[in-house]
Structure formats: structure tokens, C-alpha cells
């Protein structure tokens, strides 16, 4: 297969969730054909004929889109075992909108309700993604949304033993990453963060030297490498408020972020020393600026989510292969009723695809 020809990769993580749907619903408006790659998705093939049907019922298909089913033994240990030849041996019909990796699920699949039995098939994806991604078979992983809560309590756990966090975590750990880092990206404002999916009691022992300096110098590789920006403006939020005011209100700002910092300033580099969050997140900073790095989640994604929701993509930044992903969760609530956007998988469709094309990225409009 050739490098124009490798497949974007999508996972469809939860079940019962809107991963499906969303797909379903790009491939019924032919936009999945606009990428001039094979798309490949992960999914239960039984799950993805209900969801479909379930579409149809609910008016929001015309009809269901056509795919071709790959039921071989897919599993984590034998994935790449000359897939790619085994796909392009099948008679796949040129009007496929995708092909579809069967990874059974466990339990039956109902729309809405988490079941913990299919947990397993989530990670399975995921496993699946990354040794496809890491052995260049597919040129991209861009995920669909999957519940942590659900891969936690069934007991899934990170490689280093510690418990499931989010596709962040899992790819790095898979990766053999000491760091990489979270971005949200839309045409508003490009968001990265020094920690994820922490608890907030547990953040300020998390900003350490180290974590900010190398948040930091992925951001520069990445924002040179992938946008382009051979001299990025960067903007960093402080972790308590007003930055700290001197002092008075924490003091990480003058201990640990603002030397690290400092570092970079010397060196060159077009970034700021720690500032208030409140007031870095205004039109006027905003517009002298193309990242912000943020010390914690919900520092950031707030602001970038208001700005944009369903248009944003999440990448990570530092990986070894190209991961994007939607910017929503899996809205049980919507899944199988057709209320689901797929915008945001549009976006994190081409910005993989730009990343493979190694052409520089376009940052979604909103
Ligand atoms: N990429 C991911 O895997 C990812 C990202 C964010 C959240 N999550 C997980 O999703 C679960 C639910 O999280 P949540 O409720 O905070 O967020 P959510 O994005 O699932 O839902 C928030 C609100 O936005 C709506 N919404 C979400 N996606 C939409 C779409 N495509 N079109 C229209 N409306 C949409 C939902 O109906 C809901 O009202 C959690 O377990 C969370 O960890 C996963
Ligand atoms: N913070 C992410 C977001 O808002 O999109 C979300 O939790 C998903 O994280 P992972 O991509 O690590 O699963």
C-alpha cells in the first residue's frame, strides 16, 4: 500500500454511545470519500447494522450507507499480521463507504446504557489502533469518544498498572512516551495542557519543573513540525489565581513555573511568563497568540469548548504516530436518536489527513 493510500483509522469507542452514529452519519453524506484515503473503522459489524437501521427509523439516514465487513480474528496479538493484504485480497465494492474491523462486543448494545461487559471490546479498539498505528499500517488513529468511567469500573487498566484515564494516557504508556500533551485546537484558540485527567486535589504536585519544561518544548516541536510556526507565540496561565499576585495567593508561579519559563525566554523562544488565566483568555491576548498552555483541564478547556464546541479537534501532541480525536464525549443521551453532530469527527478527519499529507494543518473553521 502506498503512503497516499495508508487509511485514517477510526475507533468508535463506547457502544452505546454517538461514535457510531457519527460515522454512519459522514458516510451517508459520502464526506468520509473526501480524505482520498481508505477509511477503516472499528466497531461491533452487528452494533453498526442496528445503529444504522435505528438511523434510518429515526429519519436521519435516507438510507443505510454501504461498508465492507472484516471479519477476520481480529485481535490485539495478531493485528498485524499482513492486515493491509487481507484487505486488499477482499472484493470490496468501490462504493464502500468504509471498512469495518468487526470487534464483537460482549453483550448486546442498547443505545444509551452503558454496559460493563463491553468495556473489554473499547480497550480492544484502542489496542488495535496502536499497533496499526505504530507499525504504519494505518497513517492516522482518530478516535471516537469512549466513557472512562465504564473502562474503570470493569477494571481496565493502564500499562503501568495504574487505572484506565482517557486515550491520552493509553497511547503514550503504549508508545513507550515518557510525556505527550493534550491539545484542543479550533480556529478561536489552540489549548494545550501541562496535566489531564487528574483529580484537582492532585494538580499542584503534578506541575513540576520537569512536566512544565517538557509541556513546554513539545508544544514548540509540534506547533513548528505540524502548523508550521517556525516561532510560535505562546501564552502560559499561571495555576492559582491572578498568577499568584506576587505571592500572596500560591506559590508555584515563583517557584516552579516562571524559572522553567524563564529558560525558554532566554533561549529565544516567543513565550510568556506565568499570567493570570482570568485575563490571558481575552480577544486581545487571544489575537497575539497561537497556543495556550494551560496548567490543568478545566482551566482550558472551558474557554476553548465556548469557543467552538462540535468544531474543535483534540490531538496529542509528542506521540509517534498522528492521533486526533472529537472534542465530545458520548452523549448518551443522543445516541440512536440522530441529534448528534458529526462535525467534529469532520474536522479530526482532515486534520489527520493533513497531518499524513505532512501538508500544514488548516485549524478548523468554526
Ligand atoms: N474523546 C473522548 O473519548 C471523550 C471526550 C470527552 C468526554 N468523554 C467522556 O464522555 C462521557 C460523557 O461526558 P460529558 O457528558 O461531559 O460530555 P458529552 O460531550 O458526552 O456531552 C455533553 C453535552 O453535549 C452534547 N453533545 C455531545 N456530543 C454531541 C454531538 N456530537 N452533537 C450534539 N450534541 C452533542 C450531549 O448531548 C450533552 O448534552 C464521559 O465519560 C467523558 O469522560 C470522552
Ligand atoms: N479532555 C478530552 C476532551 O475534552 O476532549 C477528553 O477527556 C478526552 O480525552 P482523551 O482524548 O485523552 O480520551
Given amino acids: ?7 485514517l483509522l477510526i475507533t468508535t469507542g463506547e457502544p452505546a454511545g454517538i461514535g457510531m452514529d457519527v460515522v454512519l452519519r459522514l458516510a451517508t453524506e459520502s464526506k468520509l470519500q473526501d480524505f ?23 429519519s436521519v439516514l435516507k438510507s443505510i450507507p454501504s461498508w465492507h465487513t472484516i471479519n477476520t480474528d481480529i485481535n490485539a496479538d495478531n493485528v498485524d499480521v499482513n492486515l493491509v493484504d487481507q484487505i486488499s485480497q477482499q472484493d470490496i465494492d468501490a462504493d464502500s463507504a468504509f471498512i469495518l474491523l468487526d470487534i464483537p462486543c460482549a453483550a448486546p448494545v442498547v443505545c444509551g446504557q452503558i454496559n460493563i461487559a463491553n468495556s473489554a471490546m473499547v480497550a480492544q479498539q484502542l489496542d488495535i489502533a496502536h499497533k496499526l498505528a505504530i507499525n504504519n499500517t494505518v497513517a492516522a488513529i482518530v478516535t471516537g469518544p469512549l466513557q472512562k468511567s ?20 493509553f497511547f503514550m504508556q503504549q508508545s513507550g512516551c515518557e510525556k505527550v500533551v493534550m491539545m484542543l485546537a479550533n480556529q478561536a484558540m489552540k489549548v494545550a495542557l501541562v496535566t489531564t485527567h487528574l483529580p484537582l486535589k492532585d494538580i499542584p504536585a503534578a506541575i513540576t519543573a520537569e512536566n512544565v519544561r517538557q509541556t513546554v518544548q513539545i508544544v514548540i516541536d509540534d506547533m513548528r ?7 510560535p507565540r505562546i501564552l502560559v496561565c499561571g495555576l492559582n489565581p491572578h498568577a499568584g499576585e506576587g505571592g ?10 516562571n524559572p522553567v519559563l524563564q529558560e525558554f525566554i532566554d533561549a529565544g523562544v516567543n513565550i510568556s511568563e506565568a499570567m493570570p488565566a482570568d485575563t490571558l483568555f481575552t480577544t486581545r491576548h487571544l489575537a497575539n497568540c497561537d497556543a495556550v498552555i494551560a496548567m490543568y483541564h478545566d482551566q482550558g478547556l472551558p474557554v476553548l469548548k465556548s469557543h467552538g464546541f462540535g468544531d474543535t479537534v483534540n490531538l496529542t501532541l509528542g506521540l509517534p504516530y498522528i492521533r486526533t480525536s ?3 464525549g458520548t452523549a448518551l443521551d ?8 458529526a462535525t467534529s469527527l469532520y474536522q479530526a478527519l482532515n486534520m489527520a489527513n493533513e497531518m499524513a499529507d505532512k501538508s500544514l494543518i488548516d485549524v478548523p473553521a468554526v
Avoid at 150 to 169: P, Q, V
Avoid at 225 to 231: N, S, V
Avoid at 248 to 257: A, D, K, N, Q, R
Fill in 1 to 7: 500500500m502506498t503512503e497516499e493510500k495508508r487509511p
Fill in 36 to 58: 482520498a484515503r481508505p477509511i477503516w473503522v472499528t466497531a461491533d459489524a452487528k452494533a453498526m447494522q442496528t445503529r444504522a437501521e435505528e438511523l434510518v427509523a429515526a
Fill in 150 to 169: 465504564a473502562l474503570i469500573d470493569a477494571g481496565i487498566k493502564l500499562l503501568d498498572g495504574t487505572m484506565f484515564s482517557g486515550h491520552t494516557e
Fill in 225 to 231: 513540525e505540524k502548523f508550521g510556526l517556525a516561532q
Fill in 248 to 257: 500572596h495567593l500560591g506559590s508555584e508561579e515563583i517557584e516552579i513555573i
Fill in 326 to 328: 472529537v472534542d465530545h
Fill in 334 to 341: 443522543l445516541a440512536g436518536s440522530g441529534g448528534a453532530s
